[in-house]
């Protein structure tokens, strides 16, 4: 392939850590261009053999961590490399700060949601906002690590197929770290924000005619063909990043766990790599005992709902997507056994929900002032639902991780609060439920009388 002259993929020498397959258990020091496991075929993760002789000892860790707060290196700065003692090293010096592309990622604020709390009949919500990441989405977290390990392998090329969110965070990464990258998208099926961030940050972005589960099936191909590193969530470096979301969280609660993590599941990384981090936390005596993780799904893209409900989590049942919180519009997951794997160790639940609940959800997390996109919204649907199967009680906490920025998705956004999201649609009348929560726009004539007519309106209603 002559239109490639970039370094022969090498692979990186594992410095403090190993690649184990989920399936069979076989260690190796290297991993191939699609992260399948060279017997079996199924995923590969990271583990860190060390810890069995010398265990990192939790409360040198935890002062280790906030120590560096204090500090304004790269590395301690970013809130996914301050965590770097639980992280797979990229340098021949552990963690050598030059290595690292890094955007200052992590540092999320965790928010009290006490209207949305009310709402959903529990005493105490926070929400861990993983939309006020660098490019407004979770995926910086984990993108930090992979690009890293990317660019320290030698490659030129990155690749990805994603729903959008995963190609800007890409596309800024590679960028920032000298490197080319190609985005696969389901063409009209992504939201023009994202699509708009992938482009500035300067990917070759192909819109192609399939759905983001056909996207990833090329991507796959692609990267046995051509030296090109692939980024989704397969890469398990990804998800050792995604993993500091739960850190950072527990750090924010003074290690104490909440009762309940609800998080959305789309390809299914995300929920895996916290969920692997609960049970690093308790390995490593950080945490004494889990907070339960629960996934929550589109109606439409419910894979892992009914892989669970039909099978008992053996045998994935796949999906044709379609829900309009198109970031999680996936409907053949391929972290679907990682998940299953962590929902039931932390004995966590998995639902879905409605399109109409996913909107109200949306609108009433953005009326207290902090706005998501419509896929971190299926979290409070969620909730709600939890609540009435008493699977969660009202006395317990929950932390809903809101997945990304309100800014991802305004055509969603408008349509609501315009009334035209439902429109010609089945769910056309529940308006009673949404009506209420909508602030149309209001075309006025430029006159103050009519501002002060509108402005003692909205005072009456
Ligand atoms: N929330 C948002 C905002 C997302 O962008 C995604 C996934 C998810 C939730 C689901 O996370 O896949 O780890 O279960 N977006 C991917 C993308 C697929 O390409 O941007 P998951």
Known sequence: MPAFSSPAPTGVQPTNFRFRCIACGDLSDSASQDFRCAHCGD???????????????????KAAWSQRR?????????????????????????HDALQVITLREGNTPLYELPQCARSAGVSRLLAKHQGMNPTGSFKDCGMTVAATFAR?????????????????????YAARGGMSSLVLVPEGKISWSKLSQALDYGAVTCQLRIDFDGCLRLLQE?????????LNSINP???????TLALELLEQLDWNPPDHIIVPGGNLGNSSAIGKALLEMRELGLISRFPK????????????VRTLRETGGKRLVSVQAETRATAIRIGNPASWKKAAHVLEATRGACEQVSEVEIAQAKAEIGAEGIGCEPASAV??????????QKFVKPDESVVLVLTGNLLKDPD?????????LFKGSADENASAVLDPLRRAPIVLDATLDAVIRTLEQAERS
């Not at 692609?222 to 692939?230: C, I, N, S």
């Not at 589109?298 to 892992?304: D, M, T, W």
Request: net charge positive; proline share 6%; hydrophobic share 40%.
């Open 412 to 420: 969603f956004t408008i349509g609501f609060h315009r009334g035209e």
């Open 152 to 172: 320290r392998a030698g490659f030129r090329w990155v690749a990805c197929a994603s729903t959008g969110n995963t190609s800007a965070s890409m596309a800024a």
């Open 293 to 304: 993780l629960s996934v929550i799904q589109a109606e439409g893209a419910n894979a892992l």
């Open 43 to 61: 995923l590969l993760e990271i583990t860190y053999p060390q810890w069995k002789e010398a265990k990192p000892n939790a409360e040198t860790l």
């Open 222 to 230: 692609l990267v046995r063909r051509a030296p090109v590193y692939q």
């Open 70 to 94: 204090l500090s304004q290196s790269p590395l301690d700065v970013s809130g996914v490399w301050r965590f770097r003692d639980l992280l797979p090293s990229p340098g021949t010096a552990p």
């Open 379 to 388: 979290t409070l649907a969620g909730l709600k639902k939890l609540v009435k």
């Open 237 to 243: 470096f990804r998800l050792e990043g995604q993993k």
